[in-house]
Each structure stands twice: as C-alpha cells, then as structure tokens.
C-alpha cells in the first residue's frame, strides 16, 4: 500500500461554508489551522442562501433581541434550549455589524442602514405583527457572505485544502487525533494530525427526493462522528421548506413572501388566511405550518388543478406591497421585484419558462433543514451523553451542529445567524484549547479502518446499483418520514431502510480508478445518507407526539409532559439506542402557538 501522508496543524476544520470560515477566521488568530473542503470553499451551499440573516438591528422600526429570541423559542415549539437562543439572539447583532465592516455588501435602506425585511415568523412581540428583521443583500445573501468571509480567510493565512474528501475522525478513548481525508484529484489518503477538530459539514437534504439541498449535501459529518461513538440529536425534526419549485425543489426564499407575496390554492383562495391556518400572521407564519397547510390544502383536493402544488404570487396585480423611493411610497412594481429578487426571478425564468412578475410560480414543500445534528454546547464543543460530557478537542458548528437553537423547527434567517456566531465562538473556543492542549500521538494504523473500506467497495463484484440503492431510499423517505408521519410510515420506512443497508454491502461501482474518482466517493456517501436516514426514523419512530416539523397524524397533539425533551440517538452495533435529555427552559413558558 502506498505511504500515506501526514500533516500536522493545532486544529482541522472539515467544512469551507459560512460556519467553517466563520470558526477558521477565529481559531487562525492564534492557532495554526487547516480547512479540509471536498468542494471549492465558494461552492459550498451557503453560497445558496438567499432570503437574509436574521439579527433585531431595528433599522427602520422598533425591534429587541428579546423579540428575536421570543419569536425563535416559540417557532421552535418549545424545544430549543433557551440559554443558547439568548445567546444566538444577542450576539446576531454585533456579529451582523462585523460582517458589514468586513466589506459585506448589504443591501440599504434610504437612510443609509442594512435594509431589512420580513421573514416568516419574526414579529413584533407587542403588536404579533411581522417585523422587518432579516438583513439582506438583494436575494444572494448567503453568496455574499460567503465570499466575504473567504476572502478574509485568504488575507489572513488560513492553510486551505480543497477538493479533500474527509472519511474518518481519528478518535482514541476520549481524545481526537485528527482526521483522514481522500485527496479527490489523486486518490491518495492522508492523514491530518492535529488536537483539535471541527465538523462544520452542513445538511444532508438529499435523504429525501425533493429537497432544496446541493448534490454534496449527505451527511458525512453526522454519520463519521455516529460510527465514532457520538449520539445524534433530535434528527426526527427536519423541516421541510413551504415553497420549493414544484417537482425540482429549488428554493424559492422565504423572501418572496417577506415582500409580500402569497399563497393561493386551487380555488383562488388565501387558504393560509381563508382556511384558518394562520388567520393573523398568514403567509408568513412558520414553515412547519406553512408546510402542512399546504400539504392539507392538496390532500383536500384544492392543489392546483387538482396536482400536488399551490401558487405562489407576488405579481404587483395580486400583492399590496409598497415600498419607499425618491421620498415617495409606491407600490411594488416590476423593478422593484427584479433589485429586490433577482436570483428568484432568473430560476422561474429558467427552469419554469414562469415570469414571476407577471404569472404565479407553482410550489410544493422542498426538505430543506436539518434542526437536529452533533450535540455541541453554545461554544460548539461536542457533547457525547445526556449529562453534557464534552469530548475534549471536538468540535462542530453551523447546520451540522445542533446547539440547540432551532428546536423543532428553525425560523427563516436564524441558519445564517447560527453560522457566523456560533462559529465565530467555536472559533474562539479552539483557539483557547489549542493554546493548552498537547499533540497526542497518531495511534498505529489510524487510516487502516476505512482504507479496508474503500477498497472493498472498489473490489466489491455484488451487482448493486448505487444510484437504485439511492433511489428507493429516497422514495420510501418521501412517502413515509415526510411532511406528516404515522407509525405505520414509519415502520415501513424503517423496514426498507434496513433491506437498503444489507444491500448497500453488495453495491458495485463502475470506475475502479484512483483519480477525480466521485463513483467510488458517491457510494461512500450513499453509506451516511442511509445511516441518517435510519437515525431519522428511529428517532421519529420513537416520538408519540407532533411538535414542529415532526407531524404525526396519529398523534396531532403537542405533549410537554413526556416529550419536552431532546433526543439523543447512539448506534449501539448494528442498531441503535436512544437516550434523553432536558431542554433547557428559561423566560418563556411553553404555551399554544398560535399565528
Ligand atoms: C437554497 C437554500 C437557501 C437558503 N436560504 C437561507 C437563508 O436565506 N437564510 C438562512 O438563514 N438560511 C438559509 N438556508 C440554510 C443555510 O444556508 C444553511 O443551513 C447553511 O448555509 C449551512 O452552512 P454550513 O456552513 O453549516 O455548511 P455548508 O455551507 O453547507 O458547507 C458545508 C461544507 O462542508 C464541506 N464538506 C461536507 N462534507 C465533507 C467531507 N466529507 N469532507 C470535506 N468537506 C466536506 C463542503 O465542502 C462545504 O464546504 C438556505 C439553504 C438552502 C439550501
């Protein structure tokens, strides 16, 4: 077998987007720190975020932390720990600010502030009415952010090493050594030493058919830690978006709505409003029940013609939008769409031959976010037990990292938020414990585990399609762990899941080659989407109640008494075992919602 190269630096971050960039900013200023990226750090798909980042600037009405932090506890059903929230909702400020100072360029106001605007479930908490809170550039707002901070990164010395396909942590006892990665380019292994790591992989969107998530999105960072010994949480809550482009899933941002669009069934009506889903905050309630409501209102037979979608309608016809300029209001009109939502504009355009300015887009809910993930604490360092023992040394932010700030299901804006500080405090927090820690030396054979796996994945001769093994996992994940679930779904998801995963031991891949080889590495991410996806529904499985994005139709109600608690999911050899955790309660008592 060929040598394999070994590198050593105080910390690895695996993950170039917003939350990896954000942490190496921080952890570089004194650490020596390499990000490991399997796509070109701008591909990443923060790059993909549109609508705005959400923090209470109050630039043009009244707004508090308080209320960020209000609206983020109730829209998260009552599950998010509520110490963290304040934290994520305090410092959203300043951090947004230090963006801007960083050269992000914001959209803004009249006035000359970050112009702001409205975002499902981001209210007033006096009045219950829809605040402008999300701060934006146009509708590439994660673009934006991602370009700044990797530019920033570049000025300052942070060792980047793209197109690293990271496949194992190197974890002894209770300490990490490092990582090993696949050199995507040669096939070469290598191995990164080092005391300190940092998971910041993103989503894993792509267990489901329909879903607004990258090709690249498949949970490698969950499933490496999970077959490491660490727990993932709450994976039963996955939010599905409420307007994805029908069939496709594109994203269509929430912003759409934030200017004023609206939802319209088949039978012309405001059905959010109409049918009484949310008779006072309506189009913009939170997603989850803007999901179910849409999924109703087609079960009911009231899609469009009849199909399994709704219209989404922001021509100036429909909508009673106005905006300010020249000192005057005016209502929205045709070059307000085109500044305000260029990129929106481009997709209907191109993929549906739809002009959104003159003709509604046809949407359905798209798997969008994953609330769950890798236990951490508000300085991102990883949490392995329902005590909150921490694993010296590992760490994780941004969507793979569940804090917990999104409970059941995550407000619009708040992902972005979450990224820039939690990983500015991840960051901060390797840092410190670089400065301290030793270098421990690489065990023998630290890369021999998962090089026997590639191999027998090369050599395997079992005649199974990785694309088909895909698939079906995706199908009986969108028929069954979706929108609304009952234990039936669910076990008969559960059922195929682990047919999938006797297979997944006989699929055969085409290119048995070493170089730029995405065969050999898309199988092996076929092997922790499979994982997540039982995570998923084991965990959902196991949850008799509806809360958030979990909806289960045999079990509608919300139930504090049992359930007001964190799932955790270990994998216990060939299954798995589920344990439990208090949510951390605080100003805000866990009441009805209702919008
Ligand atoms: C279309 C779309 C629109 C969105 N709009 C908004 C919005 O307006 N506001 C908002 O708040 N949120 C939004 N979100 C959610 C938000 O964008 C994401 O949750 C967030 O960007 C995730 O950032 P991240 O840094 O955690 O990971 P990502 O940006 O997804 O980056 C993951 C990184 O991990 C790397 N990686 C993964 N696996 C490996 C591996 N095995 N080895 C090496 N590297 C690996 C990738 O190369 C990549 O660099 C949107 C999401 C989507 C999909």
Redesign the pocket.
Known sequence: MAEIKVHQFDAVI????????MAALYAGKSANVAV????Y?T????????????AALGNIEEDSWEWHAYDTVKGSDYLADQDAVDVLCQEAINTVIELEHMGLPFDRFPNGKISQRRFGGHTNKDTGKPVTR?C?AADR??HMI?QTLYQQCIKNDVNFFDE????DLIRVDETVRGVV?IEMATGEFHVFHSKAVMF????W?RVWEVT???H???G??PA?CLRRGIPLQDMEFFQFHPTGIYKLG??I???VRGEGGVLINGEGERFMEVRGYAPNIKDLASRDVVSRAIYLEVKAGRGINGQKYVHLDVTPEVVNHYYEKDGEDRRIDRAYIEAKLPDIADFTRTYLGVDPVTEPMPVQPTA??GMGGIPTDVNGRVLIDANKTFLPGLYA?????CVSVHGANRL????????VVF?KLAGKDMATYCESAEMLPLPDGAAAEVIAEFERIRQSKGGVSPTDLRKRMQETMTENVSVFRTEETMKAALDELKELRAQYQSVEIQDKGKTFNTDILEAWELGCLLEIAEVTAVSAYTRPESRGAHARDDFPKRNDVDWLKHTLCHRDGDGYRLDYKPVTLGRYEPKERVY
């Open positions: 695996v993950g170039a987007g917003g939350a990896g960039l490991l990226s399997k796509l750090p591909r990443s798909h923060t790059g993909a975020a549109q609508g705005g980042v959400g999300a934006h707002t994660g991602l690293f396909h990271v496949v990665a910041a992989t993103g989503g969107g607004s998530n990258a690249s999105l498949t490698d960072g490496i594109i994203l941002t929430e912003g969008h976010y932010a941004g969507e793979v990292a619009g804006t708040n992902s972005l938020t979450d990224l990983g």
